[in-house]
């Protein structure tokens, strides 16, 4: 196979084996052969079949997402910007995002601009949390990046009937088939020809699974060596209804059911016993994280847009707690919610001490490969994959370079993103997607957001307009 060189790049955030760490490495070159790396270093001298130049770049590692929706967040856009259920804590969980879901001729193109925008901003490894949709697999192979595919299950689902009540229809059967048909995916995603997609075990949410369907798809992650992931502690709706429940908070239930550990991710896990909005008799949950070495998938955005926080990521670091980060919504880009994260966190802890950038970027490169199992991800050292961007650090908006990575998150952005490859193929050039016509994508997506728009008195309890529910910023002459 032919060797790539990347000759005396500025400089590449490079893994430092023995201090487990990334480290700047000025002025050095880096080689891939059959998209694995096979040199990261000073002077190198073997064989290079494609010779580029390295001057004013910086080489860093992809990022590694840990929890995404592709087939449904991007419909969202300009919708769910400043809407919560003021019954429900804020949340829209429960009243909103149920009437605004694309239609099936949507999904594609929600995908499509999903990881357009998130190739964009860095990202080469991805979770993608959807439910089962025709073609998910061929679809994620044609963008071309690195895919953990998780089929979401569940034995029932949520709904309210006024605003402030919500309910729960459940069919236990129905969640186990689902569980069967989302196993036979993943293997079929992990003998996909692409060669880049592997699997995740996906129950979708605590209040929404039987105490068996959750055990049950634990053990077959655990017999099948996958991660498995579940959204908990994510809205002060569910801690209630699992304390009503159970008797416990969502993090003790899940460990008094044995389901923490390694290759364990709760997607969200902001309502803690020791949350001010949700203080509970203990102050336990923080601690059954880290010495359990669960992993907790951190999406401020979302959440932000409600005036909801996770207190804070920093404090959760100390602790020991492996972070990952995630975009589990519109704008997929994943610098901007690496920007958000550290605002946040900052914010609520009343200090800029709270957390360095280079607990940030750890979190968004190997927290989330240590959370997904992957050792050769989220890294540039010889044998990992050749999953890397290339950013100018000549832009304006990255000088003056002090720092290259702070500036590139706090600063630049995905604006200084030159180009993104991963398995040493270039999957972005110059601010375009090489892969996918995300242009394309976008109108098709605007056109079936109209479609939705239309739907929404159907699907609305109350039977308001969209713009009764989400009035737009200006009247409409």
């Known amino acids: 196979m032919p060797t790539t060189l990347i000759r005396k790049a500025d400089l590449i955030v490079a893994w430092d084996a023995a201090e487990k760490s990334h480290t700047y490495l000025p002025d050095a070159d880096m080689a891939f052969t059959d998209g694995v790396l096979r040199f990261v270093g000073r002077h190198y001298e073997g064989p290079a079949d494609e010779v580029m130049d390295g001057k004013g770049l910086m080489i860093m590692p992809g990022l590694v997402n840990i929890h995404s929706h592709p087939s449904s967040e991007p419909m969202n856009k300009g919708l769910l910007d400043e809407i919560g259920s003021p019954g429900l804590y804020n949340s829209s969980l429960y009243e909103y995002m149920p009437i605004f879901r694309a239609d099936a001729e949507a999904v594609p193109h929600c995908v499509r601009v999903a990881l357009s925008e998130l190739m964009l901003s860095g990202v080469t490894t991805l979770a993608d949390l959807s439910m089962a949709h025709p073609g998910w697999l061929d679809l994620l192979a044609e963008a071309g990046m690195r895919v953990c595919v998780a089929p979401m299950f569940r034995s029932a689902r949520w709904y309210t009937k006024n605003g402030h009540v919500v309910e729960y229809e459940w069919d236990e059967k129905a969640g186990e088939k689902a569980m069967e048909e989302a196993l036979r995916l993943v293997e079929r995603a992990e003998q996909h020809e692409c060669g880049r997609l592997f699997g995740m075990v996906v129950p979708a949410q605590i209040d929404t699974c039987s105490a068996g369907l959750l055990k049950d798809s634990r053990a077959e992650a655990n017999k099948r060596g996958l991660s498995w992931q579940v959204h908990a502690a994510q809205s002060v709706v569910e801690f209630h209804e699992i304390t009503r429940r159970h008797g416990t908070t969502p993090i003790g239930w899940l460990d008094s059911l044995g389901l923490l550990g390694e290759r364990a991710i709760i997607g969200h896990g902001i309502f803690l016993d020791d949350h001010p909005s949700t203080r509970w008799h203990t102050e336990t949950d923080l601690k059954r994280l880290a010495e359990t070495g669960t992993t907790v998938a951190h999406c401020p955005t979302v959440f932000a847009?409600?005036?909801?926080?996770?207190?804070?990521?920093?404090?959760?670091?100390?602790?020991?707690?492996?972070?990952?980060?995630?975009?589990?919504?519109?704008?997929?880009?994943?610098?901007?919610?690496?920007?958000?994260?550290?605002?946040?966190?900052?914010?609520?802890?009343?200090?800029?001490?709270?957390?360095?950038t280079t607990d940030l970027f750890n979190a968004a490169t190997i927290g989330g490969a240590t959370a997904l199992g992957r050792d050769d991800i989220g890294r540039l050292a010889v044998g990992c994959k050749a999953d890397f961007s290339l950013v100018d650090i000549t832009h304006p908006m990255i000088r003056p370079a002090y720092d290259p990575i702070r500036s590139l998150i706090y600063a630049a952005g995905d604006r200084a993103l030159k180009a993104v490859f991963v398995d040493g193929r270039k999957v972005v050039e110059n601010g375009e997607v090489l892969t996918m016509d995300y242009r394309q994508a976008a109108e098709h997506l605007h056109e079936a957001q109209q479609r939705v728009i239309g739907n929404v008195p159907k699907q609305d309890w109350a039977h308001r307009q969209a713009e009764q529910i989400a009035p737009p910023t200006f009247h409409w002459s």
């Open 305 to 356: 847009r409600r005036g909801i926080a996770l207190r804070d990521l920093g404090r959760y670091m100390r602790n020991g707690v492996n972070m990952g980060i995630g975009t589990d919504t519109y704008p997929h880009n994943m610098l901007d919610e690496m920007r958000l994260a550290a605002h946040i966190a900052r914010t609520q802890a009343n200090s800029p001490r709270t957390l360095r």
